[in-house]
């Protein structure tokens, strides 16, 4: 009877089935460290949860060399839930009002570590409503951002914020025609793109797409390597190809 040891076992597994190494970060000089997302009433919970799972990947993963933060920002700092008053939904808490961080008063002070670098716009039923606040907070901090990602019907608030003005953008398919009626100047709406990176402004399709515009982002910050292994630890099969989306046939967006 032939008996083997463990050492034999594992040398005889082959070195295809080795866990992939841990890539190094490929910026490690101005990496953005304050993270912060704009909440309002009955905003999408993917929207904003799906980007914010990668950022605390990244956190995890690499915050030896990234040292980050994070703040949610929202008109009130009461509970801001995903669903209408009374209903279903999911509640999330603000960490700081607009007029706190615009104000620069000592509660935002003492809760951040310095400017804002990255900005989390959501979209959702909510942005179909007066968004005048959140318009005007975007207005107000965009010009000091390193990036600012919007997710679905988020790139209304950019376009009425006149973010998107020149600037080549996409959002929700489903949702497309009234998007690109709430206001901005020269915007070039590309239906068919999955997401867009223009600057330093990244823009989504719907809801699930704030997944993989996140993924994009992260690949042009942190690099390629690092997004693809961000993604496989969540085993999550990116979607890679910007310029396609079945999306934009189903619902007509033009």
């Given amino acids: 009877m032939r008996v083997f040891n463990i050492h034999s076992l594992l040398a005889a597994i082959p070195s295809t089935l080795a866990i992939p190494p ?21 905003y999408q919970a993917i929207d904003l949860f799906g980007p914010l799972d990668i950022l605390n990947t990244i956190s995890m993963f690499y915050g030896n060399e990234s040292k980050m933060h994070m703040s949610i920002f929202s008109s009130t700092m009461d509970p801001v839930s995903t669903g209408l008053e009374g209903g279903f939904g999911e509640k999330i808490l603000p960490t700081n009002t607009f007029d706190e961080v615009l104000g620069n008063s000592s509660r935002y002070l003492n809760d951040t570590k310095g400017e804002i670098d990255v900005l989390i716009v959501p979209g959702g039923a909510g942005t179909r409503g007066d968004m005048t606040l959140e318009v005007e907070f975007v207005k107000a901090v965009y010009p000091k951002l390193k990036y600012i ?5 988020g790139a209304s608030i950019l376009a009425r914020a006149g973010i998107l003005d020149d600037h080549r953008a996409t959002t929700n398919k489903r949702s497309f025609a009234w998007v690109k009626s709430t206001g901005g100047s020269n915007v070039t709406w590309v239906p068919e793109a999955r997401w867009v990176e223009d600057g330093n402004v990244f823009t989504s399709s719907g809801i699930s797409a704030g997944i993989d515009v996140t993924y994009a982002w992260a690949s042009h910050v942190y690099g390629e390597e690092v997004a693809e292994y961000l993604a496989n630890s969540a085993e999550y099969t990116r979607w890679t190809n910007a310029s396609y989306d079945p999306f934009a046939e189903i619902w007509g967006a033009q």
């Fill in 149 to 153: 990602i919007s997710v679905c019907t």
């Fill in 22 to 42: 841990q890539p190094e970060l490929s910026n490690t000089t101005t990496l953005p460290t304050h993270f912060a997302a704009l909440v309002f009433p009955r």
